[in-house]
Each structure stands twice: as C-alpha cells, then as structure tokens.
C-alpha cells in the first residue's frame, strides 16, 4: 500500500531555534498534503494544507508565520517549527491523499523544545 | 461546522470480550465515515470506512455500518485479542478541502488484557 514517511522522528531544540519536518510521499504523487499537530490524549488538529505550486492554507487559529510549509514537489511538503517555545512542543503529523478518499498517515515527529 | 463526538476512553476489556466505542457526527451533506486506528509508536492507519448511508466497513474483524438515521457509526467486534490494543479514531471526509480534508474524533484508547 501507499506508504508516507516523515523525518526526523524524535527531535530536541532549544527555544529559539527552527527545526524543519520533512513529509514524503514514497511510492505515489501527492499534489496536496495535509499537517496536524495531536496533543497528548487528544484528537488530531488539522494544521494546514500543503499544497504544490501553490501557498499552504491554514487553519484558523494557525500562525502562518510560525509554521511555515513549503511543498517542495509532488512527493515532498515541509513543515518549519520558527523560532520553537516550549508550548510548540507535540507530535506532528502529515498525511497525504490516495484512492477511494483514503488518507495516508506518516509515522509522526515528536518535538520537544527545551 | 463538522463535528466528530467519540466515547472517552481509556476502555479496558478481557481478550474475547465484545467491543463496542461510540461515534456520532455532524456534518453538512453525505460524508464519508473512517475509523483509524494507532498502535503504539506507530502512525494512523485506516481500519475501515464507509462512504453512504447503510454501508458497512469490515476489516480484521471489526465492523461499522453508516447510519444516517441516527448519525452514528460505532465500532464494534465480536472477540477483542490483546494485539487490538490501540488508540481508536473516529473521522470524518466532509465537502470542504475536496472531500480530502479529515475530522476526527478525540480518540478512545483500547486495552485488551488476557
């Protein structure tokens, strides 16, 4: 089946740093990827939507400048932690479209900013 | 806007108990109705879906039927194995975001104990 991969896992920064999320597609084309943030014991948020060749669309409530994504190709959408605090510390996931309406799930990156 | 309402967990049952977690949705129109699934350490991974009315999702011995009626679309299954503890979500694919865009429930954590 359709597999989706994230980068890095597990990442530790200061606050103050930036740190960057890679979400690829690994075996289909994905025009249109999807970042939510899954706080302990809670459902997912949709973040945003990452969208090739075109700017992302954020939730609201979403800074835009504080979560920066860029969808760098049909197999490739980032997502950029600037200037990380404390209270950006969660569990990111992507996702991607496939067939028949069905989302593909990356494995999720734990951030924790010290 | 959409709305998914699952049941709190943590649910805590004997290995061949029967299953049962709740979900209820509001949406505008005929969405398509998913239940994923998360193992420990792992991604989402979609269980099964149901996309109109009175359909019934199956998979690896759970079962969802799509009742409009009532807007519901509980999980159910017969004899739970410990291999079934994970965290459960209930979702929904609404008209916005192409059909693509997914709302999930707050998720019901299932432990099965032999």
């Known amino acids: 089946g359709a597999v989706v991969s994230q980068h890095p896992s597990r990442v530790i920064c200061k606050s103050g740093t930036s740190v960057k999320i890679e979400c690829r597609s690994l075996?289909?084309?994905?025009?249109?990827m999807f970042w939510y943030r899954q706080f302990p014991k809670q459902s997912l948020m949709l973040m945003a939507t990452s969208n090739e060749g075109s700017k992302a669309t954020y939730e609201q409530g979403v800074e835009k400048d504080k979560f920066l994504i860029n969808h760098a190709s049909l197999t490739l959408s980032t997502l950029t932690v600037t200037s990380a605090h404390p209270e950006d510390s969660s569990f990111y996931i992507c996702?991607?479209?496939?067939?028949?309406?069905?989302?593909?799930f990356g494995p999720g990156t734990r951030l924790t900013v010290l | 806007g959409d709305s998914v309402t699952q049941m709190e967990g943590p649910v805590t049952l004997s290995e061949e108990a029967f299953l049962t977690i709740n979900c209820t949705y509001t949406a505008t129109g005929y969405p398509s109705l998913f239940w994923y699934v998360q193992y420990p350490g792992e991604g989402l991974q979609l269980l099964l879906k149901?996309?109109?009315?009175?359909d019934k999702g199956s998979n690896k011995g759970f079962e969802a039927t799509y009742r409009k009626e009532t807007t519901s679309f509980h999980l159910e299954k017969g004899s739970v194995q410990v291999s079934d503890s994970a965290v459960y979500f209930c979702?929904?694919?609404?008209?916005?975001?192409?059909?693509?865009?997914?709302?999930f429930g707050t998720g019901t954590q299932l432990k099965v104990e032999l």
């Open positions: 996702s991607a479209p496939g067939r028949s309406n069905t989302q593909y």
């Open positions: 979702a929904l694919s609404g008209l916005t975001g192409g059909g693509n865009k997914l709302t």
């Open positions: 149901a996309t109109k009315a009175d």
């Open positions: 075996d289909f084309q994905a025009t249109t």
